[in-house]
C-alpha cells in the first residue's frame, strides 16, 4: 500500500496560446508519485512548475498527454487534490474558522462535525486564538497557515503547495519550514511543492524532480534519504545541496553559452 | 436675499406650523417615503440585473445595447415622458426615483462580478464548490463592495429625482417647498427648503458609510 | 515539418475559436436590439396598444428627428439649435466651476489657514443636490442664460473642489520626503509632487461635474427656460408629441456619451502614469 502511484503524468504538454503568441511550457512531462511521499518541484524562475501545479489542480487543461490523480484523468478541479497558493487566496470575507472550513461546509458536512474538524487543523497549524479574525488582520506567515489549515481541513488525496513562502521574508520562512516538516510528520499526506529554492528543497523533499528551461520537463531526480527533522548545517545536507546547485548552474550555463 | 436669522427662524416655524399641507417634518417625510419606495425597487432590480451581466456573457450580450442607450439619459429627463405616460401622481415619481438610481446599481454589480479574483474561484473549486455555491458563497460577497458603492451612489441620484419630481408637480415633499417658495419669489421660503435637504442628504450619506463599515469589516476600503 | 504544420493548425484553430466565439456575442446584441425594436413597432403600429401620443412607434420617433433637424414646431427652434443652446450653457457653467473649483480645491488642501476658513463652508454646500439651486437662482437671477449657468457652475464648482482636495491630501508622504531631500522648495513640492499625484483625482472630479453639469442644465431647462434640449421634451409633454420627447431624451444621452468620450480622451493624453 506504501508504494501506491497517486498522481502519474504522461507525457503532458502545456502551449497556452494568446492571440498569434504560442508559448510552450510543458513538452513531454513523464512522472509518478506515490502515496505520502513529499516531492519537491524545482524550477528556476519562468519555468512552468506553477503551470504543471495547475495542471494536476485540474484549474487548466492539459495540451497534450494525460494526468491520473487516483487513477482518474484530471478533467477539472476536484476535492481530490488540495492547493495552498503563492499568494494568498484565503477569503477574505470570511474569518480563519470560516477559510478553513469552507471545503467542508460545501461539501455538507454537519456543522458540529466540521467544527471539531476545523479546530483540530486550526491547533495544528498554530493558529488556536485566531478563529474569528478576518485575514486582512493576518501577517504574511499566519495567512499561509490559514491556507494550509484550509487545504489539509479538506483532507485531500494530494496536497499541491506552489511556493507558499516565496512571498515570506527570510526569518519566517525558516520558520514556516519547519512547521511544515512538523505538520507532515503528524499528518502524512502526498504533497507535491514548489519552490525555487534549493535550500528549502533538500530540507523538506522525499524526492527533487528538477524542471529544465522552457518548453519545461524533468531533467533530473534526487532521492533525499536524510533523516528528519533535517539539520541544514550537517555535512551531507551542504553536499547535497551543492550538487543540485552546481547541477542547476551547470545546465543553466549550458543554455546562456 | 434673505439673511441667516431670517431663514433659521423660518426653519423653526415650519417645524411647528404647516407650510402647505403639513409641516416640515411631514414635507420631509413625505419626500423619504417616496424615495425608500422607489429606491428599494431600484436596488432589487438593479442588483439583479447587475449580477446577471457581471456572471453571464449572455445576459450581458442580451442587456447592454439597450442598458448603454438608456444609461447616459440623466433621470430628470425621463419627466416629460414619465408625466405623459403615469400622470402626475405617486406612481411616476416613485419611477422618476427607481430612474435615478437604477444605472449606478447596475454598472457597479457588474463590475463587482467581474473583477472577482479568479485565483479564488479555483480554490473554491479545488474544495468542492459547486457552479451555485461559488456563486453564492464566493462571486457574491467579493462582489459585495462593489454592489455596496453601486448602492450608496444611487441613493443619492434617488434622493436628487425625488427634488426634481417634487418641482415638477406635487402637493407635499421638500421640492414642493422650495418650488413654491420660488413661485413666491420667497427666498427664506427656498433656503428653508435647501438646508433640510442637505442635512436629510447627509444623513443619508453617513448612514450608508456607518453600514459599509458594519458590513465589510473585512474589506480593505474600510479599514 | 509536420510537427510545425500541426503547431500552427493548433494556432488556427485557437484563433478561429476565439473570433467565432466574439462574433457570437455581437450577434447575441444585435439581435437583442433588433427585436427590441420589432416588439416596439408590433406593440405601437401595427397592434395599436398604446395611443400614439403616449407611445410613438420607432419608425415615427426616426422620422420626428429628421423633421425635427429643420422644423420649428411645436417649441420654436431646430433640434441644431436647441443643441447649441443647451451645449453653450452647460460648457460655460461647467468651464466656470472647473477652472475656479479644481484650483481652490488645490489650494485649500496645500494651505491650512485657508483649509480651515473655507472647510466648513463646503461641508455645508456638499450635501445639497445642483437640483435644489434652482429656484433659488431662478429668483434671484431671473430666467435666462445666467441662472442656469449659476446652477450648473454650482453643480460642477462643488465636485470639482472636493476632488482637487482629497487628491492633493492623499499625497505619498514619501514621496514628499524624496522631494525635500533632492531640496526641492515649496512651490516646487506642490507643483512638482503633489499635483501630478492628485492629478487623477482632479480628472475624476472633472468627469463628475460634467456629468452633474449635464443633468442640472436639463433639470433647470425643464422648470423655466425659452430653448434647449430640457425646454423642448417639456412643451413636447404640454402638446402631447412622445415622439419630439424621445427625440429629446436620446439626443440627451447621445450628448451626456460623447461628453464623457471627450473626456476620457484629454485624461489619456494629460494624465500620465494610470494605465
Redesign the interface.
Same mark, same amino acid.
Given at each position: 500500500m506504501e508504494n501506491r502511484i497517486v498522481v502519474k503524468c504522461k507525457n503532458v504538454g502545456k502551449t497556452f496560446i494568446q492571440g498569434k503568441e504560442e508559448n510552450e511550457v510543458l513538452k513531454g512531462v513523464n512522472l509518478a508519485i506515490k502515496e505520502e511521499e513529499f516531492v519537491v518541484l524545482f524550477g528556476l524562475a519562468e519555468t512552468g512548475k506553477t503551470t504543471l501545479l495547475n495542471l494536476i489542480a485540474g484549474l487548466e487543461p492539459v495540451t497534450e498527454g494525460t494526468i491520473e490523480v487516483n487513477d482518474e484523468i484530471v478533467d477539472g478541479p476536484k476535492p481530490n487534490r488540495g492547493m495552498v497558493y503563492q499568494t494568498t487566496s484565503l477569503f477574505p470575507w470570511l474569518t480563519v474558522l470560516g477559510n478553513v472550513e469552507f471545503g467542508p461546509a460545501v461539501q455538507g458536512i454537519k456543522k458540529t462535525e466540521r467544527r471539531k474538524k476545523a479546530q483540530y487543523y486550526i491547533d495544528l497549524v498554530g493558529l488556536s486564538g485566531f478563529e474569528k479574525t478576518y485575514p486582512i488582520k493576518l501577517s504574511g506567515g499566519m495567512k499561509q497557515r490559514v491556507g494550509i489549515a484550509r487545504a489539509y481541513c479538506n483532507e485531500p488525496k494530494v496536497i499541491l503547495m506552489d511556493e507558499p513562502f516565496g512571498h515570506l521574508d527570510a526569518q519566517t520562512r525558516y520558520l514556516m519550514e519547519e512547521e511544515i516538516e512538523r505538520i507532515c510528520a503528524k499528518e502524512k499526506r502526498t504533497v507535491i511543492f514548489v519552490t525555487n529554492n534549493i535550500e528549502e528543497a533538500v530540507y523538506l523533499a522525499d524526492r527533487i524532480l528538477v524542471l529544465s528551461d522552457k518548453p519545461s520537463h524533468i531533467v533530473k531526480e534526487y532521492q533525499i534519504d536524510l533523516p528528519r527533522p533535517r539539520n541544514i548545517t550537517a555535512k551531507e545536507f551542504l553536499r547535497l545541496r551543492k550538487e543540485i546547485t552546481d547541477f542547476v548552474e551547470r545546465s543553466a550555463g549550458e543554455v546562456d553559452g | 436675499m434673505a439673511g441667516p436669522e431670517e431663514v433659521f427662524a423660518l426653519i423653526c416655524k415650519y417645524f411647528i406650523e404647516p407650510v402647505g399641507r403639513t409641516t416640515l417634518f411631514g414635507h420631509i417625510g413625505a419626500s423619504l417615503g417616496r424615495v425608500l419606495i422607489g429606491y428599494s425597487i431600484a436596488s432589487l432590480a438593479g442588483v439583479t440585473l447587475g449580477l446577471a451581466m457581471g456572471y453571464s456573457k449572455t445576459v450581458r450580450a442580451i442587456a447592454a445595447p439597450l442598458f448603454n442607450i438608456v444609461r447616459p439619459i440623466p433621470a430628470v429627463a425621463w419627466i416629460p415622458m414619465t408625466i405623459l405616460w403615469l400622470g402626475i401622481g405617486e406612481a411616476a415619481k416613485i419611477f422618476i426615483i427607481f430612474i435615478g438610481g437604477f444605472a449606478n446599481t447596475v454598472i457597479n454589480s457588474m463590475s463587482g462580478v467581474r473583477t472577482v479574483d479568479p485565483v479564488l474561484i479555483g480554490a473554491a473549486q479545488l474544495l468542492g464548490a459547486s457552479k451555485w455555491q461559488t456563486f453564492r458563497r464566493v462571486i457574491l460577497p467579493s462582489s459585495f463592495p462593489y454592489v455596496f458603492a453601486g448602492l450608496q451612489i444611487s441613493l443619492s441620484g434617488s434622493w436628487m429625482s425625488v427634488l426634481a419630481a417634487e418641482m415638477v408637480s406635487s402637493h407635499e415633499g421638500v421640492g414642493w417647498l422650495i418650488i413654491t417658495g420660488m413661485n413666491n419669489a420667497n427666498t427664506a421660503q427656498i433656503m428653508a427648503g435647501m438646508i433640510p435637504i442637505g442635512v436629510v442628504g447627509f444623513i443619508l450619506v453617513s448612514l450608508m458609510r456607518w453600514i459599509e463599515k458594519k458590513l465589510c469589516a473585512w474589506n480593505d476600503r474600510s479599514r | 515539418m509536420a510537427k510545425k504544420n500541426a &503547431?500552427d493548425s &493548433?494556432?488556427w484553430l485557437? @484563433?478561429q475559436k476565439e473570433k467565432k466565439e466574439k462574433r457570437k456575442? /455581437?450577434l447575441?446584441?444585435?439581435a437583442? +436590439?433588433l427585436t427590441?425594436l420589432l416588439i416596439w413597432e408590433l406593440c405601437t403600429d401595427i397592434l395599436k396598444l398604446a395611443p400614439s401620443?403616449? $407611445?410613438p412607434s420607432p419608425l415615427k420617433v426616426f422620422r420626428s428627428f429628421v423633421a425635427k433637424l429643420y422644423q420649428t414646431a411645436p417649441d420654436g427652434s431646430t433640434l441644431p439649435v436647441h443643441i447649441g443652446v443647451s451645449v453653450y450653457t452647460a460648457l460655460l457653467g461647467f468651464l466656470m466651476g472647473a477652472v475656479i473649483g479644481s484650483p481652490l480645491g488645490i489650494l485649500m488642501a496645500w494651505f491650512k489657514t485657508l483649509d480651515r476658513i473655507v472647510k466648513p463652508v463646503f461641508d455645508? +454646500? &456638499? %450635501? #445639497? %443636490? %445642483? #437640483? !435644489? =439651486?434652482? %429656484? #433659488?437662482m431662478? /429668483? /434671484?437671477l431671473g430666467i435666462g442664460t445666467a441662472s442656469k449657468v449659476a446652477v450648473i457652475f454650482m453643480a460642477s464648482f462643488v465636485p470639482c473642489v472636493i476632488n482637487a482636495y482629497s487628491g492633493i491630501k492623499q499625497t505619498n508622504e514619501v514621496h514628499i520626503w524624496v522631494g525635500k531631500t533632492f531640496g526641492a522648495s515649496r512651490s516646487q513640492l506642490l507643483f512638482r509632487v503633489a499635483i501630478p499625484t492628485a492629478m487623477p483625482m482632479i480628472f475624476t472630479g472633472i468627469k463628475v461635474s460634467l456629468?452633474a453639469s =449635464? $443633468?442640472a442644465l /436639463? *433639470?433647470a431647462e425643464? +422648470?423655466a427656460s425659452s430653448s434647449g434640449l430640457?425646454y423642448m @421634451?417639456?412643451i !413636447? &409633454?404640454s402638446v402631447?408629441r *412622445?415622439d419630439i420627447? #424621445?427625440v429629446?431624451? +436620446?439626443m @440627451?444621452?447621445?450628448i451626456?456619451?460623447l461628453f464623457?468620450a471627450a473626456l476620457e480622451y484629454l485624461e489619456r493624453r494629460f494624465v500620465k502614469g494610470v494605465k
Open positions: - | - | &503547431r &493548433r494556432i485557437s @484563433i456575442y /455581437v447575441i446584441s444585435c437583442s +436590439l427590441f401620443y403616449a $407611445m455645508v +454646500l &456638499r %450635501p #445639497i %443636490p %445642483p #437640483i !435644489a =439651486w434652482i %429656484p #433659488i431662478l /429668483v /434671484v456629468g =449635464w $443633468m /436639463v *433639470a425643464l +422648470l430640457g @421634451i417639456q !413636447a &409633454r402631447g *412622445a420627447i #424621445i429629446g431624451m +436620446l @440627451i444621452g447621445v451626456s456619451m464623457s
